[in-house]
């Protein structure tokens, strides 16, 4: 600090306007983009049904939910008693 008693008051100055700018940057280079209204959510559509056939034929395949009377009483009460949570 001998050599030049001001550089700390400089450095300050320095990084107080460094951060303003840098505020700046992200305010302006980081906004959402403008929304476009879309006709439909397009190939998401196809993947969406496709996982849906999916899910139910992994579901149809597993031996454990064998359709009985008592697992469909079983199930249908614990949807009933979930629904009123």
Known sequence: MA????APLF???NNWVEI??????FIRDTR???AER????????????????L???????QP????TNESIHI???LLTRLAMI
């Open 38 to 53: 879309a006709e439909n959510i397009g190939i998401w559509f196809k993947i969406l049904h496709m996982l849906a056939h």
């Open 20 to 25: 303003r700018l840098d505020a700046q940057k």
């Open 55 to 61: 899910a139910v034929i992994s579901n149809v395949s």
């Open 11 to 13: 450095a300050l100055l």
């Open 75 to 77: 199930e249908v009460l």
């Open 3 to 6: 050599a030049f008693p001001l």
């Open 64 to 67: 454990k939910h064998a359709l």
């Open 32 to 34: 959402r983009p403008v």
